[in-house]
C-alpha cells in the first residue's frame, strides 16, 4: 500500500544551515498492517509521517501510496488525497474546541462538493458510535475530556473509510489507562481492515503493534 524509494528531506534553519531530516529512506508497508514508528525527538519520525500522509513533501526520492505516484503533484491534488484516502489524527487532537463532537467528525465533508449533508450526517453519527461517543454527538468539544477527544479525533479520521489511518504520538497527552483504551480502540480498527501507522516514542505502545521501524537521524537503523 505504501512504498517510500531513497526519500530525502531538508531544512533550511538560517543563512547557510540546513538539517537533513530523512535521508535515503526507502519503505513499504503492506495493507492491513499495524505499525509504529519510534525514534527520539528530532529523529525525522513526524516528518516522515508527514510525507507519507500528504502533508508535507520530499525533496527527492519516490513516494507510491496505492500503486500511485504522489511526486510532483500540486496542493489541490495532495489535498484531494487526504481527503479520500488518509485519515490523520494528531497528539493534541486538532479539534475544533467550540463546535459538537458530531460537527468536528463530519469536517471532512465540507470539502467534498458531491457530499450530501443528511448522509454525511448519518455516517458521522454512525462512527461516533463505533467509537463509544454517540451519547457525546451533541457537546462541544471543549467539554469533553482528552480520552474523548481522542476518540473523536480518530471518528473524524475514519469518517471518509480512508485507505490509511496515520497517529501522530496519538496517546502522548493521555493518562495509562486511556492510552490503553485508545490503543485498544486502534487495534480494533486494525482488526476491521484499516492499515495504521502510528507514531510514538512509547515502547509499550509500539510492542502492541505488529511491526516497529526506528528512525535516527533521519535514518531507518532497524
Same mark, same amino acid.
Given at each position: 500500500?505504501?512504498?517510500?524509494?531513497?526519500?530525502?528531506?531538508?531544512?533550511?534553519?538560517?543563512?547557510? @544551515?540546513?538539517?537533513?531530516?530523512?535521508?535515503?529512506?526507502?519503505?513499504?508497508?503492506? !495493507?492491513?498492517?499495524?505499525?509504529?514508528?519510534?525514534?527520539?525527538?528530532?529523529?525525522?519520525?513526524?516528518?516522515?509521517?508527514?510525507?507519507?500522509?500528504?502533508?508535507?513533501?520530499?525533496?527527492?526520492?519516490?513516494?507510491?501510496?496505492?500503486?500511485?505516484?504522489?511526486?510532483? !503533484?500540486?496542493?489541490? #491534488?495532495?489535498?484531494?488525497?487526504?481527503?479520500?484516502?488518509?485519515?490523520?489524527?494528531?497528539?493534541?487532537?486538532?479539534?475544533?474546541?467550540?463546535?459538537? #463532537?458530531?460537527?468536528?467528525?463530519?469536517?471532512?465533508?465540507?470539502?467534498?462538493?458531491?457530499?450530501?449533508?443528511?448522509? #454525511?450526517?448519518?455516517?458521522?453519527?454512525?462512527?461516533?458510535?463505533?467509537?463509544?461517543?454517540?451519547?457525546? #454527538?451533541?457537546?462541544?468539544?471543549?467539554?469533553?475530556?482528552?480520552?474523548?477527544?481522542?476518540?473523536?479525533?480518530?471518528?473524524?479520521?475514519?469518517? @471518509?473509510?480512508?485507505?490509511?489511518?496515520?497517529?501522530?504520538?496519538?496517546?502522548?497527552?493521555?493518562?495509562?489507562?486511556?492510552?490503553?483504551?485508545?490503543?485498544?480502540?486502534?487495534?480494533?480498527?486494525?482488526? @476491521?481492515?484499516?492499515?495504521?501507522?502510528?507514531?510514538?516514542?512509547?515502547?509499550?505502545?509500539?510492542?502492541?503493534?505488529?511491526?516497529?521501524?526506528?528512525?535516527?537521524?533521519?535514518?531507518?537503523?532497524?
Amino acid at each position: 500500500m505504501i512504498k517510500l524509494e531513497n526519500i530525502c528531506k531538508t531544512y533550511s534553519k538560517g543563512k547557510n @544551515n540546513a538539517v537533513d531530516a530523512l535521508k535515503n529512506v526507502s519503505l513499504n508497508i503492506k !495493507k492491513g498492517e499495524l505499525t509504529a514508528i519510534i525514534g527520539k525527538s528530532g529523529s525525522g519520525k513526524t516528518t516522515l509521517l508527514n510525507i507519507i500522509g500528504c502533508i508535507d513533501t520530499s525533496d527527492s526520492g519516490n513516494y507510491y501510496l496505492d500503486g500511485k505516484k504522489t511526486n510532483k !503533484k500540486n496542493e489541490a #491534488a495532495l489535498s484531494a488525497i487526504r481527503n479520500k484516502s488518509i485519515g490523520i489524527v494528531m497528539q493534541e487532537f486538532a479539534l475544533i474546541g467550540s463546535d459538537s #463532537a458530531l460537527e468536528n467528525v463530519m469536517l471532512p465533508f465540507y470539502f467534498d462538493n458531491k457530499a450530501s449533508l443528511k448522509k #454525511a450526517k448519518e455516517l458521522a453519527l454512525s462512527v461516533l458510535s463505533s467509537v463509544g461517543m454517540d451519547s457525546m #454527538a451533541a457537546k462541544p468539544v471543549n467539554k469533553l475530556s482528552g480520552g474523548q477527544k481522542q476518540r473523536v479525533a480518530i471518528a473524524r479520521a475514519i469518517v @471518509n473509510k480512508p485507505s490509511v489511518i496515520l497517529a501522530d504520538e496519538p496517546t502522548g497527552a493521555l493518562d495509562s489507562k486511556t492510552a490503553a483504551e485508545i490503543m485498544a480502540l486502534f487495534r480494533e480498527l486494525n482488526k @476491521n481492515g484499516h492499515t495504521i501507522i502510528i507514531v510514538t516514542h512509547d515502547l509499550e505502545i509500539a510492542n502492541q503493534c505488529d511491526r516497529i521501524i526506528e528512525i535516527s537521524d533521519g535514518e531507518i537503523i532497524q
